[in-house]
C-alpha cells in the first residue's frame, strides 16, 4: 500500500506569495494532521482534521488555513508568506483518534 | 518548562552498542507514546507505539513507559550504522495532536 504523499517536494517563494500544500493520506485513513518542522527540532502541529471537519489547531496565525476533501486528501494554505515560514511541512495521517499516525516526507519550502 | 524534553546530543556509539534514548514529559493527561526515526530529508518513520505504561519489544527495538514518573524510553540493542538517524520521541492525549521532543541524534559507526 502506498504511503502518504505529499506535493511538491521542494517549493521556493518570495515573502508576501502564498502556497499550497497538498497531502494523500494513506488510504483507509481519515484523519489527516499537519505539521511544521524548523531545523533542529520536532514537528509542532498546525491542523489536525478528520471526516472533513478541523479537530484540532496548533498555535499558529490565520495566515495558515487548510481544508480536507470528500476523498481524505488535504490542503495547507498559507498567505503572506514571512522568512520564518521556511520550514519542512509534514503530513500525517491515521485511522483516527487514539490511531498511530504516519507521515509523509514533507514539502521543503524556502522562503526568499 | 516545555511539555516534552529531550536531549538533542549528538550520541556517538561504535557498531554492536545498546543505545538508551530518553524523553521526560510534565503533561500527566499524555496516554499515547510514540517513538520515530528520521532520517535526513525524509519524514519521521514510525517505529514504536505504546498505550499507557509499559513495554514493548520489537526486533531490536524495546520501548519503556513509566508515566509514574513522566519518562519515556527506547533501548537499541546490537546498534547498526543504518540506524544513524534522528530519533523523536512524541506523545499524545487520546485523538489530539503529537507533542514532540526536538530528537536526539544519533550516529552508530562501524
Known amino acids: 500500500d502506498a504511503g502518504v504523499t505529499q506535493s511538491p517536494t521542494h517549493l521556493i517563494k518570495t515573502r508576501g506569495q502564498h502556497v499550497t500544500l497538498r497531502c494523500s493520506p494513506i488510504s483507509g485513513h481519515k484523519s489527516v494532521s499537519w505539521y511544521q518542522q524548523v531545523l533542529g527540532q520536532g514537528p509542532q502541529f498546525i491542523f489536525q482534521?478528520?471526516?472533513?471537519?478541523?479537530?484540532g489547531r496548533g498555535n499558529f496565525p490565520d495566515r495558515f488555513s487548510a481544508r480536507q476533501f470528500p476523498n481524505y486528501s488535504s490542503e495547507l494554505n498559507v498567505n503572506a508568506l514571512l522568512l520564518g515560514d521556511s520550514a519542512l511541512y509534514l503530513c500525517a495521517s491515521s485511522q483516527g483518534a487514539g490511531q498511530p499516525q504516519h507521515f509523509g516526507d514533507g514539502t521543503r519550502l524556502s522562503i526568499l | 518548562q516545555k511539555e516534552v524534553e529531550q536531549d538533542p546530543g549528538p550520541l556517538s556509539v561504535p557498531e554492536g552498542a545498546i543505545v538508551s534514548l530518553n524523553c521526560t514529559y510534565s503533561n500527566s493527561a499524555f496516554q499515547y507514546f510514540m517513538w520515530y526515526r528520521q532520517y535526513s530529508r525524509k519524514g519521521p518513520e514510525l517505529l514504536m507505539y505504546?498505550?499507557?505504561?509499559g513495554n514493548k519489544e520489537d526486533g531490536r527495538f524495546t520501548a519503556q513507559v513509566d508515566k509514574s514518573s513522566k519518562y519515556i524510553s527506547l533501548f537499541i540493542r546490537d546498534s547498526q550504522p543504518s540506524d544513524s538517524a534522528t530519533y523523536l520521541c512524541?506523545?499524545?492525549?487520546?485523538?489530539?495532536?503529537?507533542?514532540f521532543g526536538k530528537g536526539t541524534t544519533l550516529s552508530v559507526s562501524s
Open positions: 505504546t498505550y499507557s505504561s
Open positions: 482534521y478528520y471526516e472533513k471537519e478541523e479537530r
Open positions: 512524541a506523545m499524545s492525549q487520546a485523538g489530539t495532536a503529537l507533542i
